[in-house]
């Protein structure tokens, strides 16, 4: 069997975003799954557009989310270069290569004469097609000036691995250009030569470049080379299934969600079921179970909707398949100042509490905060509360008091989850309250927090001594 060889080609022209990284995944599993190859390789031909550190980012976006590649820029490999500014010799060969066999020629016309073209198309009400004004005896090809395609124009039926066939007439194809006068190929050439080249299987890219795919189909044949399998990806749209995913929708830059306390796997999960699923009800998955299940015909033809309310449920649930020691690891920069001096002990008795409350890890100074600080009393956070905002100041200072006194008769020893859930049943019983109520205003009373975990545990986790000054401190604000 052939190796099955994939690659991500990105452009460093901006940051990676959510559309791209999903392009790397799929290519990724389609390797993984099968032991072939991954490479990434860098289309840095639009020197204009070109982004400093874009390179970087790229790098590290795909080495958070978990994504390794087997040839590529900085690992090097039998088919590189990996950068295409330093494969331009190489293009410039090929290049030769086609205008030798009679299908490439020297554009000689300008800019003007160009757009004169066009508004004659224009003016006739037909499509502008460069290849009706192809020049008669174009000039001998010396660099300077862009190398242009001579297609052969035909009806084209294939398969994609995605959309499955499709099909297009002639009028789909036209005489694009190679190389630009400043040397540099343009996608449409050199990423044919390098997936050749590099003996890629498998192209994988988005649905934007399937009205180009004739023109590729058309220069595979002149180039005499065996396609690869092609699979279009449907867009990332925004939430409102209107438009394609943009900046001002939320596509920013993937490393922002780990600083976010986002998971990797979480993302990667979040990513891969952006338009597949494996035809289960499953919504969570591992890397390694992605990479087990993965096809390409699972893909939707569709686009798919970016629901960063998914991303959000998906990375509480990875976070909740973590185990305590690799979760400690994951969240030693997101702990509050205030725990700067607690004891690994103590964080870890803390986090071991929050750990399924946590929807991201930047959540944890707002949940675990009041276990290393003192909280200050704000009874105006009563006005969140339907069942605490009836009481009167005089009720929840009784209730506090009784509550205070019926936790008071356990001692230290004692101060554990069983037992302080034994006291709360009792208080229950002779208050007459119920849990919603009472539970709350004694977690309000020592957290002054919104949420917090199990009432008992988080009344052990605090101690005796500390839980017993707090709900005075909070009886007695509330005559402040």
Request: hydrophobic residues 40%; contains cysteine.
């Amino acid at each position: 069997m052939t190796e099955i060889r994939t690659r991500f080609a990105p452009s460093p022209t901006g940051l990676l975003h959510v559309g791209g990284v999903r392009t790397a995944l799929f290519a990724w599993l389609i390797a993984q799954q099968s032991n072939g190859t991954f490479i990434l390789r860098i289309e840095d031909t639009d020197k204009a557009r070109e982004v400093v550190g874009a390179i970087s980012q790229i790098e590290a976006s795909l080495r958070w989310l978990g994504i390794d590649w087997q040839e590529g820029i900085d690992k090097g490999g039998t088919h590189g270069p990996y950068l295409q500014s330093d494969r331009l010799d190489i293009y410039q060969e090929w290049a030769k290569r086609l205008v030798a066999s009679g299908r490439a020629y020297a554009d000689p016309y300008t800019k003007a004469e160009l757009d004169g073209f066009r508004e004659e198309a224009k003016a006739a009400k037909r499509p502008f097609l460069y290849r009706d004004h192809r020049p008669k005896n174009p000039p001998e090809w010396d660099g300077t000036q862009p190398l242009r395609f001579k297609s052969e124009p035909k009806a084209y039926t294939w398969k994609d691995a995605v959309m499955g066939e499709l099909h297009t007439g002639p009028e789909a194809i036209d005489d694009f250009i190679l190389m630009k006068s400043d040397g540099y190929p343009t996608y449409n050439f050199c990423h044919i030569i390098d997936d050749m080249l590099m003996e890629v299987t498998h192209v994988l890219r988005s649905q934007e470049f399937i009205s180009s795919t004739p023109k590729f189909l058309n220069l595979y044949e002149a180039l005499e080379i065996e396609r690869p399998t092609l699979a279009t990806l449907p867009f990332v749209m925004a939430i409102d299934g209107k438009k394609k995913l943009s900046k001002r929708d939320g596509a920013k830059d993937i490393l922002v969600y780990g600083d976010e306390g986002y998971l990797p796997e979480a993302m990667m999960n979040f990513l891969a079921t952006l338009g597949w699923n494996d035809g289960t009800e499953q919504e969570v998955f591992t890397p390694a179970e992605l990479i087990e299940k993965f096809s390409l015909d699972r893909i939707q033809k569709s686009p798919a909707r970016f629901d960063e309310k998914r991303l959000l449920w998906l990375n509480g649930q990875h976070i909740r398949l973590l185990g305590l020691d690799d979760l400690m690891t994951r969240v030693e920069r997101f702990w509050p100042a205030s725990a700067a001096h607690a004891s690994a002990d103590k964080k870890r008795e803390v986090l071991a509490l929050v750990q399924d409350r946590l929807k991201t890890l930047a959540d944890l100074p707002l949940l675990s905060s009041y276990f290393f600080e003192e909280p200050t009393p704000d009874w105006n956070i009563l006005q969140d509360n339907k069942q605490l905002k009836k009481l009167a100041t005089s009720e929840i200072r009784a209730l506090l008091t009784q509550s205070a006194e019926a936790l008071e008769q356990l001692t230290d020893d004692d101060f554990h989850p069983e037992t302080i859930q034994a006291a709360l049943n009792t208080l229950l019983e002779s208050t007459g309250q119920k849990p919603g109520v009472l539970f709350s205003l004694i977690r309000l009373s020592v957290s002054w927090a919104p949420f917090s975990p199990a009432l008992p545990d988080t009344l052990a986790a605090l101690g005796r001594s500390t839980v017993l000054a707090r709900i005075q401190r909070s009886i007695n604000a509330t005559t402040a």
